[in-house]
C-alpha cells in the first residue's frame, strides 16, 4: 500500500485532533499539521465564520509540500453553512489548489453514504446554538436524527473539556438502542478511548469526527479503498432530544 502524506488544519486550542488522527492514521500516511490563528477578541460564531474565510490561505501555508490530502478538522465552522454549501466550497477548494479536500463534516457525510446510513443518534458537546444548527445540517444532508445526546464537561458545554469518563457516562445514561448509529460530533472531544465502552455488548456503529476524517485522508492518500462496514436498514424512529 501507498504511504500518504494528509494535511491536517485544525482551530489553535483544538486539544485531540492530532493525538487521534495519528493514531488512526498510523503508519500508512504521514501527517503534516497547520493551526488557524488565534483570533482573541472575537465571539464563536465570528471565530467559526474566520475559520471558513481561512481556509484558502491555510492551505497555502503548506507551501510546496507535495500533499495527497487535505482535512480541515473543525464541524462547528462547517454547520453555520449546511451541507450542500459545505461540499460546494470543499469541491471548489480540491479544485484551485489540485488536492483533494475536505471538511471534517463532508468526510462524514462521506463516511454515513459510505456504510448506508440512513438513522443517526447525534451526540454534541456544543452550546445548544450550535447543537442545533449541528442537527439541522445533519437533516438537510438527509439524515434522520433520532435522538439527540447533549454531552457536558463538568456541567458545562466545553468540548475541549469532556473527559472520557464523563463522555462514557452521558451516553450510557442515554441508554440508546443496541444497533443505533451514533455520530459522535466535535474534533476536539477526545472519542477514541470512550468508543471500546460505549460499543461493549452491543452491535452499534460508532463515528467520530476524527475517525470520518481519517478514513476519509486515507482512502484518498493511499489510492485503497478503507471500508467502515455496512448499516442495515431500519425504519425511521421518532425524533427526541436526551
Known sequence: MKRGRVGVIVPPANPAAEPELARLLGSRADMHVTRFPVRPGLTLPERLEAYNEALPAMICSFGDLPLDAI???????RYLLGPDEDRFRC?????RFGVPFASATLATLDALDHIGAEDIVLVSPYEPWLTELAERFWKAAGMHVTRVVDVRARGRFSPYDVTTAELVEQVGEACLPDDAVVLFSGTGMSTLPALLPIGAGNDRILLTSNLC???WALSRATGMPITLGRVPHRPAAQGQRT
Open 71 to 77: 482535512v480541515m478538522l473543525c464541524s462547528g465552522s
Open 91 to 95: 469541491e471548489e477548494l480540491s479544485e
Open 213 to 215: 476524517s481519517s478514513w
